[in-house]
């Protein structure tokens, strides 16, 4: 088509579809406080549970009285072990093939963990029975380093005694969950044996958690008059929950309605089903009546799921031009007292063995070891796909490290190694097939946005200033480039809970041109009612604001996985794409009909079917969808609706270069970071700003994980960052600027060719900011520090390497 | 449970009388109490800032003040600050500059950012970042946060010049 | 997290304060912003049968400056400092540190009777009531008395204010010369991880007087007579700087938190002392 008039183009703009800033449509109800959250439904006669928790991070508990508590005004139960063992419910299946205690049975196996739950007239009356309720604990030795848990006689799952093997292998410990490889060890080891250089390092990705300003919560409520049990809560993957509540309590799936609402924030923490979701259900069912439970901060931050804590150990080998020959890994996973990772089944340590990066390494290999230790159980992905920022991080330090022993820059060493635009699709020696990348046109871009050289120089004076005695701030240069693995997946190789990873969309045009699209995902902040329309306009030719995105109620929408791992865009965006065409297919039947030609003879412009050659005869969507509900149309059913269900052939491979400038106080361990560019290859944009938000959302989250962001405990496995004056969330003072930049390199297989975006400036902003610090010592000799780089930690780096005088 | 007093609050420029025990949470008789679910609670150790609302003249986290002691008072939360026909222009701002995403923050950070440029009608971004600093947002990194709030600040100045 | 139960009093005046106080006994406990308590109450960490609110008590608000001598009602807010013209004339220190205390929110309901008056080593105002030398009105069922706030600090949360007592007022001298209120935090809203505040005068080309005062750095503030002598006929240069420091460092008792150990704390003490002593005696 040769039409370029202002009017096509005019037609084109009007459809608000792929490729604009278009404004987003929850922002009318957000902005004004109407937004719908878990907390703020009501329903008659609710009542509200709140848990008993466990003080001891390992203790026997010996006798559980709920007497008082009982005999207090407005209590209507206190649920134990005990009341859910006849139902079964006592415990319940995690989603890595494990089991978790629903409460307390027996013992307790983390600080914070579930021992009762009360249910009262109201949360007040709720709180105050809590206190009355008394338990008698017998403390137990704790292991909280994983390492000493390995070797400890000390047996934390008593349940699993004598099973010397598990969901993924076998255990060589009672405290060993899994031992899970990839890649070729023995070459790998030959290798390394042979090498001219290797760099060594153990990298520790800390302890931290994903803290949604909204935390986890539901409302369960079941309607025993017709049998039905519906579930209000923060889940991240309704139709799973949907799932799960069925086998778990009996109750046929058809009569089970999940809804997610408004949800404020997940980043992976509303993924996972909590003990909160079981003991409410079982309440409702006791009770009939309405159970709402929302769990506090420090509950969230000490008790539901947990992101990283991996102990990596790498050896990375070069020539001495350096040409990367090989990389080996092993990790030490702690996975706390239950393995409650949210990955796929097969994937019991995710997809970290993306971890040879975006780099052509000839052979690797990669082991997990999962360990139980007494810390609350998680391990879910937060903002990033399944611990892929574990392996973004463990590789951008390697390459640092491997750098620093070659005395090479590591901008040069990462150039040098780079998969090279016609390697794609490339086969990793780890076992993924990369779509497309086109690395080094985006690093040159970044190297050049930045004025790499300059700052070099720059930083090579100050380390004169500072050896002269004239300043006490070094200057840090962090380098990232990442190669994200996202859009789980592949229904042959990805499944939750024996759920094939595919999503899907079911569309209705209504007859006067508008629509409804239904999807199986559920957006937490990411800005679904808008995009996914803005895909769909430019499908089916209907404005975006014409048509209405809804998702999160399992009565309405089509079966989906969820939204986690980036995968909504690359799955449901890519079934929201197919459901389109479906529906453009029998729009073209519909006005070749109509114009009276050839269904051939037509052809789909903008918001249209045109004459081929003749374009000024045309019937719009609008038209088109009129006549699907008003004409008898030879051979065609009435109607005009669509449903896809999309299975990914392959992953997406989103990429990016993440530059920033920090500058560091050796004396206090302050920094400040000066700037911070980031560059993302995310493949077709659809919504700039949107894509804009996130990119600013993830490298903030990935600021406050690098600068302080923790969960620690003592020796005593007390968590010592329970509230958010400890866990570090940065205000708008401490938070750096950010300038954003981008290159297109569409996916292949992808039908508009998008990859996904919200979790890539987590995964290279983890290594962009660590590695400013790492950097900003290495004059001095620095070979790695472990994350946080709260103040004192930086301080310990100076004084470790005598800077202090 | 304690004795129950009478509280007289003015909410939104409406009055009301309520039953309620000394100790419940300003936040949670809006909340449960008023159906006012505009104002969010994340933290509730005074730290987030997603319930703050205004009172008399003030802005507060509202999980940290007893109903006791905002008796007598008035207050105004985002339900206060505007009709669906006539947004205030914070509200315009930060759907205009992206300043929002999942938006459980969005009414705290609006309601706080009316009484920093009450406080304050021409700040700078660093007045503005400072201003904010007791109101946090997981999703957006604040930077159009301060870019939503600053261009209200235009906005808002240029539209009192103009009337004077 | 919900506070436990209690009966509320809002009492109008200062003696139905005190006689709230003197019935309930160990009981009561007066709350002023509230916002020290009631997070604590929130985390049942403090049990508070009756709670007295003293909002309505009209005496204990306003900021008086009188000649050279300043009073601040206990009921005078972070935000009331921050925003008072005559007083950051008057004593600029107390805007300086003020600011840098929680967020805007807190400042707006924090008093500067709820931040002197709980004893908490966290809060900012203790180490700044060190260094002014203010005195501490109390008003109890046997009249009022003064304490200077140099002898007020017991222990954590232990205070020379009596049970049946209420802080009312606290009063200093308009400060003179240079001033500084430094310090580090991990983040807005933070304790500070060190803090000091240091006023000097000069005379000519050396420091006249100095008072230094610390934040955070023991279970009570603490003012470093030592470190002050060490930089009186001294150009504040860098020998009198680390002899301050030296000095400061032995009167200093931190303790191991999430904000880091001990060698750390004492190291970052001095710094930040360094950097208060540089810009006070850049502002004399």
């Known amino acids: 088509m040769n039409d370029l008039s202002p009017e096509r183009d005019n037609r084109i703009a009007n459809l608000k579809g792929l490729g604009c800033s278009r404004k987003r449509v929850e922002d009318v109800r957000f902005t004004q406080g109407k937004g719908n959250y878990v ?92 206190e009355l309720v008394e338990v008698e604990y017998e403390e137990l030795p704790v292991l909280v380093d994983p390492f000493m848990a390995l070797e400890s006689d000390t047996v934390l799952r008593e349940d699993l005694a004598g099973q010397t093997s598990g969901a993924h292998g076998e255990r060589r410990h009672p405290n060993h969950i899994f031992l899970w490889e990839e890649g070729d060890k023995a070459a790998t080891e030959a290798v390394l044996a042979e090498a001219e250089v290797v760099a060594e390092e153990m990298i520790y990705y800390h302890r931290t958690h994903p803290c949604p300003l909204e935390t986890c919560g539901c409302v369960a409520s079941m309607d025993k008059v017709n049998g039905k049990l519906t579930l209000y809560g923060t889940f991240q993957a309704p139709h799973v929950v949907r799932t799960v509540a069925s086998l778990l309590s009996g109750i046929e799936e058809h009569n089970i309605r999940v809804v997610s609402p408004d949800i404020g924030g997940g980043f992976g923490n509303k993924v996972g089903v909590y003990p909160g979701y079981v003991c409410s259900i079982v309440a ?46 092993h990790v030490t996973a702690d996975h706390g007292a239950f393995d409650a990772c949210a990955d796929p089944t097969k994937f019991p340590a995710g997809f970290f063995h993306i971890c040879t990066g975006s780099y052509d390494i000839p052979v690797a290999y990669v082991g997990v070891d999962g360990v139980y230790t007494n810390k609350a159980p998680g391990g879910v992905a937060y903002r990033c796909s399944f611990r892929v920022t574990e392996a973004a991080y463990f590789i951008e330090r390697m390459i640092e490290r491997l750098a620093q022993e070659l005395n090479m820059d590591s901008a040069e060493l990462r150039r040098i190694n780079f998969i090279r635009k016609d390697q794609f699709p490339y086969h990793s020696a780890l076992g993924w097939e990369y779509d497309s990348g086109d690395y080094h046109t ?87 009612a808008t995009t996914f329309a803005q895909i769909l306009a430019s499908e089916i030719g209907i404005p975006a604001d014409s048509i209405t995105i809804e998702e999160g109620d399992t009565d309405t929408a089509p079966y989906g996985l969820g939204t986690y791992g980036s995968r909504s865009t690359p799955v449901a965006g890519a079934a ?9 297919a029998k729009a073209q039947m519909i006005a070749a009909y109509l114009l009276e030609v050839h269904d051939n003879d037509v052809e789909f412009d903008v918001d249209r079917f045109v004459i081929k050659g003749a374009p000024e005869r045309f019937k719009t969507m609008k038209e088109i969808a009129y006549a699907a509900y008003n004409q008898a149309i030879p ?28 500058d560091v106080d050796v004396d206090t361990g302050e920094t400040e970071v000066r700037q911070v560019y980031a560059l993302d290859d995310c493949g077709t944009r659809i919504n700039p700003m949107v894509i804009e938000g996130q990119v600013h959302g993830g490298l903030t989250e990935a600021f406050a994980i690098v600068m302080g962001q923790e969960i620690a405990y003592d020796e005593m496995g007390n968590c010592k960052t329970g509230t958010l004056m400890d866990f570090f969330l940065p205000t708008a003072v401490e938070t750096p600027h950010y300038t954003t930049d981008f290159t297109e390199t569409p996916s292949p297989h992808h039908p508009i060719g998008a990859k996904g975006v919200g979790e890539s400036p987590n995964v290279g902003g983890v290594p962009m900011f660590s590695n400013a610090v790492h950097d900003a010592f290495r004059a001095f000799g620095l070979k790695q520090s472990h994350m946080p780089h709260d103040h004192w930690r930086i301080w310990r780096i100076a004084e470790g390497l005598g800077l202090h005088g | 449970m304690s004795k129950k007093m009478q509280i007289t609050l003015t909410v939104n420029g409406e ?61 105004t939360t985002i339900e206060g600050i505007s009709t669906p026909d006539s947004l205030h222009v914070l509200q315009n701002a930060f759907r205009e500059h992206h300043g929002l995403q999942c938006g459980f923050c969005t009414p705290g950070m609006i309601t706080r950012a009316i009484q920093l440029l009450e406080d304050n009608p021409n700040p700078t971004e660093e007045e503005v970042r400072f201003g904010m600093a007791g109101n946090l947002c997981r999703c957006t990194g604040y930077q159009n946060i301060v870019k939503s709030v600053l261009a209200a600040a235009t906005e808002m100045s240029a539209a009192r010049e103009a009337a004077e | 997290m919900i506070p436990a139960a209690f009966d509320y009093h809002r009492p109008d005046s200062l003696q139905d304060a005190l006689g709230l106080l003197q019935t309930h006994g160990e009981d009561a406990r007066v709350m002023a912003g509230g916002h020290s308590l009631i997070p604590m109450m929130k985390l049942r960490m403090a049990e508070v049968p009756h709670l007295i609110d003293l909002q309505a008590i009209t005496g204990l608000r306003g900021i008086t400056i009188d000649g050279a001598t300043l009073r601040l009602g206990a009921m005078v807010t972070q935000h009331e400092i921050i925003e008072h013209a005559g007083l950051s004339c008057a004593a600029p220190i107390l ?28 809060n900012d105002m203790p180490g700044l009531m060190q260094c002014l030398g203010a005195e501490f009105t109390l008003v109890g069922p046997d009249g009022t008395r003064s304490v200077a706030a140099r002898a007020f600090y017991e222990a954590a949360y232990m205070t020379a204010r009596t049970d049946d007592e209420i802080l009312t007022a606290i009063s200093f001298p308009a400060t003179t010369g240079g001033y500084a209120y430094e310090k580090q935090k991990r983040k807005i809203g933070d304790y500070a991880t060190a803090a000091a505040a ?24 603490v003012w470093s007579e030592a470190a002050a002598q060490a930089l009186v006929g001294t150009a504040c240069d860098d020998t009198a700087i680390k002899a301050a420091m030296a000095a400061m460092d032995a009167d200093i008792d931190p303790g191991e938190d999430n904000r880091g150990p001990v060698a750390f704390k004492r190291h970052v003490a001095g710094v930040i002392l360094s950097r208060a002593i540089s810009r006070a005696w850049s502002r004399t």
């Open chain 1, 39 to 130: 907390d703020d439904i009501k329903m008659a006669g609710m009542l509200h549970g709140d848990f008993v928790r466990s003080p001891y991070a390992h203790a026997r508990v010996v006798s559980i009285n709920t007497d008082a508590a009982m005999a207090l005004d407005g209590v209507i139960a206190v649920l134990t072990a005990k009341d859910l063992e006849p139902l079964g419910l006592h415990w319940m299946p995690t989603l890595a093939g494990d089991k978790q205690m629903v409460l307390a049975d027996g013992k307790v196996l983390f600080q914070g963990q579930e021992v009762a739950y009360v249910v009262a007239r109201d949360r007040y009356v709720a709180a105050d029975a809590v």
């Open chain 1, 284 to 329: 409702s069912i006791v009770t009939g009546k309405p159970v709402k439970w929302v769990e506090d901060r420090m509950e969230n931050l000490m008790a539901t799921a947990f992101a990283r804590d991996y102990w990596m150990k790498g050896r990375i080998s070069a020539t001495k031009e350096g040409k990367i020959t090989g990389l080996h890994c």
């Open chain 3, 198 to 221: 240091v006023l000097l005068t000069r005379k000519g080309g050396t420091c006249a007087s100095a008072s230094i005062a610390m934040t955070n750095l023991s279970d009570v503030p």
């Open chain 1, 442 to 528: 985006a690093w040159d871009k970044a190297l050049a946005a930045v004025g790499y050289d300059t700052l070099r120089a720059e930083q090579a004076e100050r380390v004169e200033a500072f050896r002269r005695g004239e300043t006490r701030k070094l200057m840090g240069i962090g380098l990232s480039f990442f190669t994200e693995i996202v859009g789980a997946g592949p229904v042959k190789n990805c499944d939750i809970l024996g759920m094939g990873m595919f999503d899907s969309c079911e569309i209705r045009i209504h007859p006067t041109g508008s629509a409804i699209a239904r999807l199986g995902t559920i957006s937490q902040g990411q800005g679904h």
């Open chain 3, 95 to 122: 805007r300086e540190a003020a600011l840098q205390i929680a967020d805007p929110q807190v400042r707006y309901m924090g008093t500067i009777g709820g931040n002197v008056a709980n004893g908490d080593p966290g």
């Open chain 1, 635 to 662: 051979g065609l059913e009435p109607g005009l609706e669509a449903v896809s269900y999309y299975d990914p052939p392959n992953m997406t491979y989103p990429f990016g270069a993440y530059i920033c400038m920090m």
């Open chain 1, 576 to 584: 929201t794409a197919l459901a389109g065409r479906k529906i453009r």
């Open chain 2, 15 to 75: 009055a009301q009388d309520l039953l309620a025990e000394p100790r419940e949470l300003l936040i949670h008789v809006l909340r449960e109490r008023l159906n006012i679910t505009g104002p969010h609670i994340g933290c509730e150790t005074s730290h987030c800032g997603a319930c703050t609302v205004t009172m008399d003249g003030k802005s507060v986290k509202s999980c940290t003040v007893f109903v006791a002691q905002a008796n007598g008072a008035s207050i």
